[in-house]
């Protein structure tokens, strides 16, 4: 075109999805919930990766989390109680050509949900799983948690819960074949966006511990490290979740570990004086059975889509 400068281009992308492309209506958490922060933050990774809205798909168990689904402009499966993951497996297995992420809670997946919470580590199929830990039942009206500390009152236990507190990370990393698993918090968005970044990019199954505050029932539980910085311990390496300058100066105490170091990420993952934050564990060569089972059908990736679209357009007729 005369007069347009040589180094421009007008390769303009057929498609260009914006985060609007992405919003599935007005989220209805409770005002100061730290869901909000994780809705907008997938939000951005599907944008900045350009995932098409019908190439995601969200799912979900029971409780506040689990609303995400409606909240996003994508394939939704809203579950069962604890039912999440599994369901996220068969989807995966059968159109591997999607982008599953799953949202569950600390009650959905460490209770009633913990079969599958092993499992779905174990089989590593290529996800994003997003683990909110507020530590208590919150939808339904705080009851005791598998994550609820030790002399914390809730409804169930007035006087306190007495049995020892579940650690999400630290018991992910005990599963056979786990390949990622990383720790983050609601508090500080921008070290959970870099998180979720780095747990998309992955290929297998990323578990992200996410520590997320309760506005209404536990808004005041992890208070010993979000108002004392000096109590995380923020953890980086060139394979892990890049921090930047905000973040460093935020967590002056800080430590080079490495990912593929299993042995250190059970260290460091149980609390005690500091929470480690960051990306605990990453084993890109572990197993992943969408890839075995796409092989043990006897079909190519390629062949198995050319089927499915043929399904989808014999349905449509």
């Known amino acids: 075109m005369f007069g347009l400068p040589s180094e421009w281009s007008l390769d303009v992308p057929e498609r260009y999805f914006t985060l609007e492309n992405y919003d599935g209506g007005v989220a209805r958490w409770c005002p100061g919930c730290g869901d909000f922060a994780m809705l907008s933050a997938v939000q951005r990774i599907c944008r900045d990766a350009q995932v098409p809205p019908e190439k995601l798909a969200m ?8 609303r995400f689904p409606h909240y996003m402009h994508a394939y939704g499966f809203h579950g069962l ?33 913990a079969g599958h919470w092993l499992h779905a580590s174990r089989y590593n199929m290529d996800m994003v799983v997003m683990v909110f830990d507020n530590s208590v039942y919150g939808l339904t009206k705080k009851q005791t948690s598998p994550t609820t500390p030790l002399g914390f009152s809730t409804n169930t236990h007035p006087a306190g819960a007495f049995l020892p507190p ?55 539980i992890f208070d010993e490290w ?3 910085p000096d109590r995380i311990l923020l953890l980086h390496h060139e394979e892990g979740v890049p921090a930047d300058d905000g973040v ?28 480690a934050i960051g990306l605990l564990y990453r084993n890109p060569e572990a197993p992943r059975l969408d890839e075995i089972s796409v092989r043990g059908l006897g079909t190519a990736r390629e062949r198995r889509l050319a089927l499915i679209e043929r399904e989808i357009d014999r349905f449509a007729l």
């Open 248 to 275: 460093r100066r935020t967590y002056k105490n800080q430590r080079l570990h490495d990912p593929r170091d299993l042995a250190a990420a059970r260290a460091l993952a149980t609390p005690g004086e500091q929470l």
């Open 59 to 66: 799912v979900s168990g029971i409780g506040c989390s689990s």
């Open 81 to 113: 109680h604890g039912r999440a993951l599994p369901v996220a497996c068969g989807i995966k297995s059968r159109r591997p050509d999607l982008d599953v992420w799953v949202a569950t809670g600390d009650g959905d997946c460490c209770s009633i949900g």
């Open 226 to 228: 979000r108002k004392d």
């Open 166 to 220: 579940l650690d999400v990370a630290a018991t992910t990393l005990g599963f056979p074949n786990v390949s990622f698993v990383a720790r983050t918090v609601d508090w500080n968005p921008v070290h959970l966006y870099q998180t979720l970044v780095t747990a998309h990019a992955h290929r297998g199954t990323s578990f992200v511990h996410i520590l997320q505050r309760c506005p209404t029932y536990s808004a005041d």
